[in-house]
């Protein structure tokens, strides 16, 4: 080989590595994104750096917040043949509402840190591509209005808080606005080591107080409009079955635990009457535990027994995921990072088209399972190896 075909070759080598991959352009506009990782970098470059730490945190070693997606990882699938699948039906129904697919946003707080429209751009992307919507309680945007945008009922997140009184009026005010479903998330009662957005609020010199001002950060969001939140607290140590029960005596809605995670929970729940559960860590934030969300499905849906839907998120990133998480049981999934991502780097289109990637990678991986239907993907399609 002479010298300039070595050259030329050596540079092909260097211009296909991985290592130069990484510093392949942004992408400019949505319609160029290949996959929902495609938004990452660009929200990391909009949004800023005290922020996005808050955005992409763990707590502690981050030892979950890694499991929950290499846990798919170790997850294959099985393929089946010659099943005529030129017709897939992706859609889903959870409390007798249908849905076009089993993807549903996570409740995730503090919105108009990642973009100026905040929750309301992610209603209008969950509005255009019609999609469950569950609305935290630490929104950026009132209840009413995201309701508005989302041009359907969406469903409301509850942290109880530290006084019974202030969570009583968000779950009032939540079924005054419509929401079918109450989430109460039960996976967060202490206080939490959130190492990463820690070391990335010590790297922002920016005052930040047009996003910080007094009393507090939590204080001032529209759920506690008209409420003295002097001394508040979103955590609620205390909170038990009892709670649940006193909350069950005040609301028609539904209510479904988010941060159930093991048989013995699922099956006091079960036994409770709770109308469904969300098998999740907080996408790692909560605890440090190492145990990938996936991994706690399938003994929670054995526990359960079929009495109620369990929904399943964390680490959510491709289709085969949710092929993989609906033939351990789940009913639905749900996705928090990849929106966060594509609201932080293009608003409401970027959202729009993590759904429409999330769907097209679903049917693909479908379709490869030779499942026609939601309800046709069974255990059988997947295997520990
Ligand atoms: C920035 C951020 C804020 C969050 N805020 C809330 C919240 O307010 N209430 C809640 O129940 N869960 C919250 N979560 C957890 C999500 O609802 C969901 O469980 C998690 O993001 C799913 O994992 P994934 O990010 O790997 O998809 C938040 C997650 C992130 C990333």
Not at 1 to 7: I, L, S
Not at 48 to 60: C, I, R
Not at 173 to 202: F, M, W, Y
Request: hydrophobic residues 40%; contains cysteine; proline residues 6%.
């Amino acid at each position: 080989m002479d010298t300039r075909t070595a050259r030329r070759k050596f540079l092909q080598y260097l211009a296909a590595s991985p290592i130069f991959a990484a510093e392949s352009p942004l992408i400019t506009n949505p319609a160029q994104a290949i996959s929902v990782f495609d938004f990452e970098p660009v929200a990391r470059k909009n949004i800023p750096p005290a922020h996005f730490g808050y955005l992409s945190t763990g707590v502690d070693d981050e030892r979950t917040l890694r499991a929950n997606q290499e846990a798919f990882a170790r997850l294959q699938l099985r393929p089946r043949r010659l099943i005529d699948v030129s017709r897939i039906d992706t859609s889903v129904e959870l409390f007798g509402v249908k849905w076009p697919t089993p993807i549903f946003l996570c409740p995730c707080g503090n919105q108009k840190a990642y973009h100026p429209d905040g929750e309301s751009a992610v209603a209008r992307a969950a509005n255009g591509r019609p999609t469950l919507k569950i609305l935290s309680t630490v929104a950026t945007v009132s209840v009413e209005e995201v309701t508005r945008a989302a041009g359907r009922p969406v469903w409301q997140q509850l942290y109880p808080t530290s006084r019974w009184e202030v969570g009583e009026r968000i779950v009032r005010r939540a079924e005054a606005a419509g929401c079918p479903v109450l989430v109460i998330t039960v996976d967060l009662v202490g206080d939490r080591n959130a190492e990463t957005a820690k070391r990335s609020v010590a790297n922002d010199s920016r005052q930040c107080a047009s996003c910080h001002p007094v009393p507090t950060f939590s204080g001032r969001k529209p759920s506690f409009d008209g409420i003295d939140t002097t001394g508040l607290s979103m955590r609620s140590p205390n909170f038990n079955w009892e709670s649940v029960r006193r909350i069950r005596a005040i609301t028609k809605m539904k209510i479904v635990l988010k941060g159930i995670g093991t048989h013995e929970d699922a099956r006091i729940a079960a036994e409770q009457g709770i109308d469904g559960l969300i098998v999740s860590n907080h996408g790692g934030r909560s605890e440090d535990s190492g145990r990938a969300s996936i991994d706690c499905l399938p003994e929670v849906v054995d526990a359960v027994r079929g009495r109620m839907p369990v929904m399943v998120d964390g680490g959510i990133r491709r289709g085969t995921d949710i092929v993989k998480a609906i033939a351990l049981g789940a009913s639905a999934v749900g996705i928090g990072r990849p929106y966060l991502w594509a609201l932080g780097a293009f608003g409401q289109a970027g959202v729009e088209k993590v759904l429409d990637l999330l769907r097209i990678e679903f049917e693909l991986a479908m379709k490869q399972c030779g499942a026609r239907s939601v309800a046709e993907i069974k255990p059988a399609h997947v295997t520990r190896g």
